[in-house]
């Protein structure tokens, strides 16, 4: 809801934004949010080079209320990263930036599934031929839980995760991995 959103954090016009994109490529952003965090779906980041940064209409920071006509402004996480590593060719966005709160806790959002064990989400990054045993040219987008954590908290709960080679590590070198919460769609 723009209304509601711009009581609390300041948001600017709605914008449509055209991105063109071959099969071959990914849109190259990566989210972050979603109805179960209480957040819109929001770009966290836009990869140098990709379709996303050629079309020079999004920016980190833009909440993604629609693409191609799809909403997306009730959309959970995976539904939202479901739908958007969906579209091919002229791609259609209707974004609006939203200011970020200064007290915002986007970096630490986590999954609670069914049964209440709880995931940081963390983007999962596979390079041509790094683990994938495959030639193709792309990035794949997987949601994993880093960690279980039990309903109590963790002391060393940063320590026990993967931290790897990720998009996420290379842009904050001094916070651990677990502490990002988005989904590359490059």
Avoid: M, W
Avoid at 158 to 178: F, I, M, Q, R
């Amino acid at each position: 809801d723009p209304d509601a959103l711009k009581k609390s954090q300041g948001v600017g016009p709605i914008r449509k934004v055209l991105l063109v994109k071959e099969d071959h490529e990914g849109l190259g952003i990566s989210i972050t949010g979603g109805k179960e965090h209480g957040v819109p779906i929001l770009i966290s980041e836009i990869h140098p080079g990709q379709p996303a940064d050629r079309c020079g209409g999004l920016h980190v920071g833009d909440a993604i209320l629609a693409v191609n006509g799809v909403n997306l402004r009730d959309a959970k996480h995976k539904e939202a990263v479901t739908i958007l590593s969906q579209q091919r060719g002229e791609i259609e966005f209707e974004v609006v930036y939203v200011a970020p709160e200064v007290d915002s806790d986007d970096e630490n959002v986590e999954y609670e599934d069914e049964s209440g064990h709880r995931y940081r989400l963390y983007l999962d990054e596979l390079e041509e031929g790094a683990n994938s045993g495959s030639s193709r040219k792309e990035v794949n987008v997987d949601v994993k839980p880093s960690q279980v954590f039990d309903k109590k908290p963790s002391i060393d709960g940063h320590e026990n995760g993967d931290l790897g080679n990720s998009v996420e590590a290379s842009l904050e070198d001094a916070a651990p991995k677990l502490t990002r919460s988005a989904e590359s769609l490059s």
